[in-house]
């Protein structure tokens, strides 16, 4: 089945610093989600993204949808400890009911 | 308290026995669904329920069955389970599964067939 590309696989970094991560595809969404996973749970909704272009921000959290419809990014602005967890990205096409998802970026913050 | 709840969050089982994987919510979602999680590849969606008797498949549907008899209940059914059903699943609702996305997991359930 289809999947999303998400990178990094990983991220190793200090407290404080900022975060980006990104996923691709090569078809078109018209959804772009954005989850944190901590362990033991279930996937966490952060922000949700509904148009090409736009910008949206959650707190320290801030997500785009490309205006070419085929990628978004996530940055973490000044990270702290708790932010460790896996962040996915998930995709959703017209009529929406089939979620893709990406394969996961790992966050490790050392305080 | 808003929340899905599978049961049981832990299962070993032998191959071919058949299983059930409970999953309940409390928010009448119209829109539920079932995803496994494996190393390396994300979360795969398995089947997914539109509203009470309409059900379809994800991408990875092979070896599994589901049923939408009740708005609140969409359990996830191995006939004969194998090895390779070995993952973390995960059901997840919302309200609908278009535009209105904010999708509630539940906390999983870890399978090991052996």
């Known amino acids: 089945g289809q999947q999303l590309n998400q990178s990094p696989q990983s991220m190793f970094i200090q407290e404080g610093e900022d975060v980006s991560m990104n996923c691709t595809s090569s078809?078109?969404?018209?959804?772009w989600l954005w989850y944190k996973q901590e362990p033991g749970e279930g996937p966490v909704l952060l922000i949700a993204l509904y148009k090409a272009g736009e910008l949206t921000s959650n707190g320290r959290l801030t997500a785009q949808f490309g205006i070419t419809r085929k990628d978004s990014f996530l940055n973490i602005s000044a990270s702290i400890p708790s932010d460790v967890g896996i962040y996915f990205c998930?995709?959703?096409?017209?009529?929406?009911?089939?979620?893709?998802f990406g394969a996961g970026t790992r966050l490790f913050v050392k305080a | 308290e808003a929340q899905v709840t599978q049961n049981p969050r832990y299962l070993i089982t032998v191959t071919g026995k058949k299983l059930t994987v409970t999953c309940s919510q409390n928010?009448?979602?119209?829109?539920m669904s079932w995803y496994r999680q494996d190393p390396g590849l994300g979360l795969r969606q398995i089947y997914y329920?539109?509203?009470?008797?309409?059900?379809d498949k994800g991408d990875v549907p092979e070896g599994y069955k589901v049923s939408r008899k009740e708005k609140r209940n969409f359990p996830l059914i191995l006939e004969s389970p194998s090895p390779n059903q070995t993952s973390l699943y995960f059901c997840?609702?919302?309200?609908?599964?278009?535009?209105?996305?904010?999708?509630?997991f539940g906390q999983g359930t870890r399978l090991t067939v052996v």
């Open positions: 329920s539109m509203n009470v008797e309409v059900t």
């Open positions: 078809s078109i969404f018209n959804t």
């Open positions: 997840a609702s919302s309200v609908t599964g278009g535009l209105n996305t904010e999708a509630f």
């Open positions: 998930a995709g959703l096409h017209t009529g929406g009911f089939k979620t893709i």
């Open positions: 928010m009448n979602h119209e829109y």
